[in-house]
Structure formats: structure tokens, C-alpha cells
């Protein structure tokens, strides 16, 4: 004990006496450790904001799926665009049945995530479907505005024609040209005269439906990824889902739910779009337009496209804009050419304009392509390989609270399960009897793959006499398809039983528990549970079933521990070096010891315990320092720089808490470090002979 | 009888580059119990070899160096500073304390590494050391606070706080004034003559030369005249 003391004091004083050394050793043990606590506690503060991101808007605590999946589950979406097979949980009522006997399992909500296309509508579909109903209810006002409106977008077309033959074949080149002119010659109007023909307007729009709408460019093909599943259920179990327009989609009822972002970044007019981004670069971000190429560049393109507006507005209405633009603008012009020079905003104008956008514009315009209440027609290529379509009804856009910019990742859309399963491919019990019937009257079968040729061709003894309508008849098989897929339109009106959402397909179910904190007690529970059942199904944690996201946690953990890493080799380098020179300065004092009679492992206790003293102090002060700062940063915030940053902070900032097993894990560290950098130069100094005491003289 | 301190045929070699030196070329000693001999030679002689090979920090490459009856070259590191914390006490010629302790400390230190004895049996000894050096006021200062002699009399306190059967002297005046230095060589001979304590040194000094009861000279690494 006294010995240990005397060492106690040596080490104290040495370090004392040897001042630079020790603050030099002190500084780098101070900063490693407050880099440790720090990243630590930021590090675990991501991983919990990350988590109530994730497990509180789709991926619940565990997410359950097909054990035979080819590819894995990743709710958010992987990196591409393809769609995932994750294969398929048959019977959802069975795992529900089963989970239900697990005590931490508190709701499982079935899924079935699908990426569909969605064709966006081109302003001349909207222009001709006008006129086709000025021309069914004889309304000559809404005929003439809709035949005006028709020959200026020609007219742009033929302007912009010259591109084509750029990147069109010389036929096809001449063809559009061909068409583009019989339509700008004024005698083709004439079929939508009153005194024409009756019948010759339909003639002539079915010829523009056919020949000219397809031509239009601007009729996008929009991807998106939409989550089937039990919207009351759902609702339930994600704290962070929140309608913001329109309606939920209501037990039994079909619909659609747009998430906001997809709402805001697809589906709103290119326009208003741009002119949004130009505004929050300007007015939000502190941008200027004159020093930014990129800005420039969007708002030169933005003024090309003024047709999006104005192809789109009334015709009762274009006069009036024409009107308040020219007031507002100061100058006299055609619409056109005020849209145009309204739309070319400058750092000075632009909050004033975007404002005045939405006054005066947006409402006369279709500012969402598919607005609330209206209908999505969703299209995806069944399991099967053929495509399907289904209409169903907008009802509305919802948003994740904390993650409203939080980027594509969050921007998953929802519909109803049953409309899912339309999509997916899996057929209702009436809809396979539809089936039957329309096989019934084609004579269609199943063929197997192995009795291919002795079905067709007729194997074996048996021959058929008569096979009339042969059952291989690509013809046939297109019509069957045709009919029984083409677009399936629900009526708003139209409820299923919401029995279809307890049973049945699912792709995967989302499980929240009771406990997180037991998740992995729980997770193994339920895979033994499933196992023992017999169901093919395999439990993942969120953090896998967030993919990409979810690995960003382990990326930052694993870049957090390199750098640390790096900094305490370095450091443990420099600590070493330091130890070693001052070894070599007290040569003198260690041989003087050992001859008097030092046993070599006080001298190993004596160095150890130098630098367990300085890291003790000097880790204590910086485990100090960094809880002063992550404590600042928990109070002020840390901003989200970009998108994915939200996700990870479930919200704009992140408020970092730190904990006692921060600053714990920092001084184990700094003085396992410490300890480490000694071991050498403390060996080499119980090396020193005790005959050194002697030397220098003689 | 046997001698406190016996070499037997002892050779000392050592390596110097690509040759060997050969420092002590079979050197036969006794020193009995009580003695207080001086070690005389010049620079170079192998008396500084000789008294490290005695003092158990050194071992020879030939031959037997007995001290208190055990054969050094038998034993391991361990038992070697063993021998030297219970056994030997240590004057060093540039004195070698512990400059961040105190007087006191400085002296203690060989206790505290023997253990055994209390606190305050260790301070008494300390303090009775400290005041039969003449430094009984000096006890709370650091060795840098104390002028050479002062220091030299803190090393000889240290050397003989844990009552050692040999104390050796590596010219402990060679750093000293000559006055101080016989003040120095007054005060070992004295303790030698009160408690018995066998006093080896080393040394090329005349004068110091002249106290030792017996002078062991050294030529060339061997025993020139005993």
C-alpha cells in the first residue's frame, strides 16, 4: 500500500516536472476523448431519432416476408428504380394468428409495396377532352375555346417540329409534318362549324386523338412507389402519418393517398415547380440568381415552358390574365409573351412574383396534375408478366411528421390492400370466375409446361378428332387479356368487405411491439414462432427493412470508428515517441532505482500509472468539454443539411443527448490507448540496467 | 572465515564495437565484515567493475563473485535486486537521488520498497538518519534546493536507512570540494566504526586514499597491491 503510494506521488510529481511532455501527451488524450464522447453521443442520438423515424412511419419495429424472397425487403425502396422481388406471405391471417401469441407484438399491418407508372396527362388530352364535351352538349362557347386552344398548341408544335427531324427519321419527320399541316390548314376546322355535318366533329377529333395528341411530348410517364395496405390499421400504428388534404381512406373504401412530396416534386406543374425552387434558393437559401449558373439555367428553361400555363387556362379566363399581367408587368403584350416575361424573374422580383403566382395564376390552372378528388389510373406488370391497370380515387395527400423534407425516402404513396392485390395480380374469387367464364367461351386452357406438345399437338393414343378453336391462338390470348385487364375503374362509391385486409396476399406485414427496448428478444421469438409453424417467413429489425437508410447508421458508426480509430493510432504513435524520449531522460533516475533495490514491475506500475494519472485528467476534462458541447448542440440544433439528413434526425434538426455511457466508452478508451502507448517505452525502461547508476565517471 | 564480500578468479569482459574489452582480468579479493576499504586505481583500471560486480548490479563473465554468502552469477534479476535492496547500500559519485522527493522521501524510498515497517517506525529511522548526516533541517526539501555536499549526505542517509551489511561508495567525493569530501569520508568512517557497517569504495583520491584502513589497488584489471 505505501509502496503504491510512493509511486503514487513519483508518477504525480514526474508528470509535474515534466510539463511539456505531459501536456503534449495531456492535449492529444484530451482531444481524443472528447471525440470519442462526442460522436458517440451523436452517433447514438442519430440512431434514435432514426428509429422513431423509421419504426413510427412504415417499417414498424420488425417487418415480416416470404423466407424464400430473392431479393431483401427494403420498405423505403432500394437504390434503383427496379422492382424487388421479396416474394409473397400467401396467408396474412395465418401470421397474424400466429404473432398474436407473441406478448410484445402489439399490432401487425399488412403491406404489399409495388412500384407503379402513372401516364401523366398531356395539355391537348385535356384541351381535346374539352371539346369532345362542348361537341356532345353542343356548347358552342366551350367548342370555339377549345378549338382556339387546340390550333395555338399545334401551332407550337409545328414551331417546335424543327426539333423533330433532329432526332426522328426522315419519314417519320415528314409524317408529323404531314399531319401538323393538314391541321393548320383553317379548313380543317370547319368540321366543328355549326353548320357542318353532324357527326364530322367526331370524326375530326377521333383523327386529333389519334394522330396529333400522341405527338404532344409533354405527357410524362410518371414512376411511382405505392404501399398497399389496411389504411384504418395503418393510420393506427404510424404516430408520424397525418393527412394534409382531402380525407383518409375510409374502412372498405378504395383510394388513393398521395404522400405530400411526391405530391409537391411529380405532380405539381413543372412551372410552379421550378418557379418554388428558384424562390427557396432566393429567399429561403440566400442564393442570387446572377451567381448561379444553375438558377439561371432553370429559370431561362422555366420561360420556355410558359405553354404549361397557358395551354392550360380557360378561355373566359385568358383575356382576364392577360389583363392583370399586363397591369402588373407594366406592358402590353399577347398572353404569351406576358407569361413569358412574367416568368423570367430576377433576385429582385422573384418573392413578389412567386407570390403573385399563386394569387393570380395558380388558381386558374390545374396547379396539380392529379388533383384530391379526382382519379389515379395506376399501372404495374403483374406477377404474371402482363400489365393491369386500376382507377381509383384520389382522397388525398398525407405527410410523416418531423420527415415533411425528408426526401424521396418518405415519399411512398398508399392505397387500400384490395387495390393492391388488383395491381399485383392476385384475383379476387369473382374475378377468377369472370375468368373462367371468358375461358369457358374461348376454349382456353391450361397448358403445363411438360405436356405442352401432347396437349397441343395431341400425344399418345387418344387423338382428339376435334379440337376446333385450338387451344395455342396468340390472337385469343390477347383478347382474353384485353378483357378481363383492361383498366378496372372503381367507383368512389364502390366498398369491399374489410374482412379482404385480415386475410389473404400480403408481400410483408409490419409488426409493432408493445417494448421496443426487447426488440431483439422479440425478433428471435417470432422467427422460432414462425419457424415452428411451418411458414416460410423471416423476421427482419427495421434498420435492415430500411435498407439503404437503415445502413447509413452503420456507414456513420463505421466512418465515426475509423476516424477515431485513426486519431488514436496517431495519437498512440506521437504518445509513444514522447514516452519512449522521456525513457530516454530518465535513464539515470530508473537505474538509480532499480539499483537500490526497484523490482522492474514497479518501474512497468510507475509509467503505466503516469499516463492512467494524465488520462484520468486530461480524458476527464475532454469527456467534460464534450458533454458542455453536445449539451450546447442538444439545446441549439443540429441542422439537416440535406434530405437524407432529415430521415436520419426525424426532423430539420437534431438534438443530441449525451449519456453516461458516452463519456464511460470515452475514458475506457482514452485509457486503453494510454495504457497501450506505454506498454513499450514502460518496457523499455524496466529494461534499463541498474549499472547505469554508476556510469559516468572513470 | 568467510569474507563478507569474495572474488574468485573474476574476469570482466565487455564488448566495444567489434572487440572486447577486457576490464578485469582475474581479479582474487576478501573483504571482511567491518572493513572500510578503499578501491584506488586510475581511470580505466576496472575498479569501477569491480565495485559494480560487488554491488550486484554487475555480474562477471568468469569466475565467482561471493556477496553475503550468495554467488551473484547463480542469481536471477529478481534476486539480485533483492540482494541489493536488503544488503547493499549505494553512494553514487554524482549522488543520483530522486529529484521530485523530498530529503525525506529520498531516504525512505528503500523502506517503503522493503516494506515491513510502520509509518512511524519509518519516519524515526528517517529522521535519527537525517539528524546523524547533520540534515535534520532540510527533511521537506527537494534535492535541487540542497548544495552538493548536502546531497551527498541525503545519498549516505538513503544508503544506510535499511541497515545494509555493505555500503559502497562510487567516488563519492570525485563531485565535492575537498573540504566537503573529507567531511563526507569523516562521516562514513565514523558510521563505520559505530554500527560495523563494511565500507567499499572507490576512489583516486590522495587524500580520501589515505583514510581507508585498507587499499586495494588496481592496475590494468587485476589486484596490484592488497
Known sequence: ????????????????????????????????????????????????????????????????????????????????????????????????????????????????????????????????????????????????????????????????????????????????????????????????????????????????????????????????????????????????????????????????????????????????????????????????????????????????????????????????????????????????????????????????????????????????????????????????????????????????????????????????????????????????????DIRGSVAASDVSRESAEDDLFGGGSDLVAAAPEATFDPEVDAAEEDLVLDVRKIDPNERYDTKQLEEGLVLSAAILLRDPTRLTETLAEVQELVDREGLQLQVIDWQTAAGMTGQFIVVMRLVLFVALFIVFLVALIIINNAMVMATTDRVAEIGTMRAIGAQRLLVVTLFVLETVILGLAAGGLGAATGVGVVKFLGSAGIPAGADIMVMLFAGSALYPTVDILDVGFGMVVVIGVAVLSTLYPAALAAGVRPVVAMQGKE | MAGIVELHQVVKDYPLGKTVVHAVRGVDLVIEKGEFAAIAGPSGSGKTTILNMIGCVDVPTAGRVVVDGQTTGALSDRELTKLRLHRIGFIFQTFNLINVLDVAQNVEFPLLLQGGLSATDRRKRVEDLLEKVGLKDQITQRPNELSGGQRQRVAIARALVTQPAIVLADEPTANLDSTTGAAIIDLMKELNARDKTTFIFSTHDHAVMEQAQRMIQIMDGKVAES
Open chain 1, 1 to 436: 500500500m505505501d509502496v503504491l503510494r510512493l509511486i503514487g506521488v513519483l508518477a504525480w510529481r514526474s508528470l509535474l516536472a515534466h510539463r511539456i511532455k505531459s501536456g503534449f501527451v495531456g492535449l492529444l488524450l484530451f482531444s481524443g476523448t472528447f471525440l470519442v464522447v462526442t460522436g458517440s453521443a451523436i452517433s447514438r442520438s442519430v440512431e434514435r431519432t432514426m428509429e422513431t423515424a423509421i419504426t413510427g412511419s412504415l417499417a414498424g419495429h420488425m417487418q415480416i416476408y416470404d423466407s424464400e424472397a430473392p431479393d431483401p425487403l427494403e420498405v423505403f425502396g432500394g437504390m434503383g428504380m427496379g422492382q424487388a422481388d421479396v416474394g409473397e406471405v400467401p396467408a396474412f391471417e395465418k401470421v397474424a394468428e400466429v404473432l398474436s401469441k407473441i406478448d410484445n407484438v402489439d399490432t401487425v399491418v399488412p403491406m404489399g409495396i409495388t412500384n407503379v407508372t402513372v401516364f401523366g396527362r398531356n395539355d391537348i388530352d385535356n384541351v381535346l377532352n374539352g371539346l369532345r364535351d362542348g361537341v356532345r352538349e353542343t356548347d358552342r362557347d366551350e367548342i370555339e375555346a377549345n378549338v382556339a386552344r387546340t390550333r395555338s398548341i399545334v401551332e407550337g408544335m409545328a414551331a417546335e417540329s424543327e426539333n423533330l427531324e433532329l432526332i426522328a427519321n426522315e419519314s417519320v419527320a415528314a409524317e408529323a409534318s404531314r399531319k401538323l399541316k393538314r391541321v393548320q390548314n383553317p379548313r380543317f376546322w370547319d368540321a366543328f362549324a355549326p353548320d357542318a355535318e353532324p357527326g364530322d366533329a367526331l370524326t375530326a377529333l377521333d383523327w386529333l386523338d389519334s394522330n396529333i395528341a400522341p405527338m404532344a411530348s409533354d405527357g410524362e410517364l410518371l414512376y411511382i412507389r405505392v404501399i398497399g395496405t389496411d389504411p384504418a390499421a395503418f393510420e393506427r400504428s404510424f404516430d408520424k402519418f397525418y393527412i394534409v388534404d382531402g380525407q383518409t381512406i375510409e374502412p372498405g373504401q378504395r383510394g388513393f393517398l398521395f404522400s405530400k412530396r411526391t405530391y409537391e416534386t411529380i405532380v405539381k406543374n413543372k412551372v410552379a415547380r421550378e418557379l418554388d425552387e428558384v424562390y427557396e434558393a432566393v429567399v429561403e437559401d440566400g442564393k442570387t440568381i446572377a451567381d448561379d449558373d444553375v438558377l439561371s439555367l432553370t429559370i431561362e428553361r422555366n420561360v420556355k415552358q410558359y405553354r404549361r400555363i397557358v395551354y392550360q387556362l380557360d378561355p373566359a379566363d385568358v383575356d382576364a390574365l392577360a389583363d392583370e399581367l399586363a397591369a402588373f408587368l407594366g406592358e402590353e403584350a399577347d398572353i404569351e409573351k406576358l407569361v413569358q416575361s412574367f416568368l423570367a424573374v430576377d433576385d429582385s422580383n422573384i418573392a413578389e412574383r412567386h407570390a403573385w403566382f399563386y394569387e393570380h395564376i395558380a388558381p386558374k390552372i390545374n396547379l396539380y396534375e392529379f388533383p384530391v378528388g379526382g382519379t389515379i389510373t395506376m399501372r404495374s406488370f403483374t406477377k404474371s408478366g402482363y400489365m393491369r391497370s386500376v382507377k381509383v380515387p384520389i382522397l388525398g395527400t398525407y405527410e410523416l411528421e418531423g420527415l415533411e423534407d425528408a426526401g424521396v425516402e418518405a415519399a411512398s404513396n398508399i392505397c387500400d390492400l384490395v387495390t393492391f392485390r388488383e395491381l399485383y395480380g392476385k384475383m379476387t374469387d369473382a374475378q377468377m370466375a369472370e375468368l373462367d
